[in-house]
C-alpha cells in the first residue's frame, strides 16, 4: 500500500512513461537539441530533445511537449 507522496512519486518514476502531452520550460537551445524544464524541476536536465525545426525556441519559453517510446519532442511554444 501507498503510503506517502513521496513513496507515490517514487513508484510512478518506475513505471514506463505512456505516449502523452505535457508542458516544459525550455532551459536552453543550439545545434544538438533543446533542454527541458519539467515541472517540478528547478533546472534542466543535460539531455537534449529534438524540436519543430520550423520554430524559432528561446531559453525560458513554455512548451507543448509530446512524449512517445521514452523520449520527447519539443512541438511548439504555449502562450
Same mark, same amino acid.
Given at each position: 500500500? =501507498?503510503?506517502?507522496?513521496?513513496? *507515490?512519486?517514487?513508484?510512478?518514476?518506475?513505471?514506463?512513461?505512456?505516449?502523452?502531452?505535457?508542458? $516544459? +520550460?525550455?532551459? *536552453?537551445? #543550439?545545434?544538438?537539441?533543446? +533542454?527541458? =524544464?519539467?515541472?517540478?524541476? +528547478?533546472? $534542466?536536465? +543535460?539531455?537534449?530533445?529534438?524540436?519543430?525545426? $520550423? =520554430?524559432?525556441?528561446? *531559453?525560458?519559453? /513554455?512548451?507543448?511537449? $509530446? /512524449? #512517445?517510446?521514452?523520449?520527447? =519532442?519539443?512541438?511548439?511554444?504555449?502562450?
Amino acid at each position: 500500500m =501507498i503510503e506517502t507522496y513521496a513513496e *507515490a512519486q517514487l513508484l510512478e518514476a518506475q513505471e514506463p512513461r505512456a505516449a502523452g502531452w505535457m508542458l $516544459a +520550460t525550455v532551459g *536552453a537551445v #543550439d545545434a544538438s537539441g533543446i +533542454t527541458l =524544464i519539467f515541472p517540478g524541476q +528547478t533546472e $534542466a536536465g +543535460t539531455k537534449k530533445y529534438k524540436s519543430n525545426t $520550423a =520554430i524559432t525556441f528561446t *531559453a525560458g519559453q /513554455r512548451v507543448l511537449v $509530446a /512524449r #512517445d517510446s521514452g523520449t520527447c =519532442i519539443v512541438v511548439c511554444p504555449v502562450g
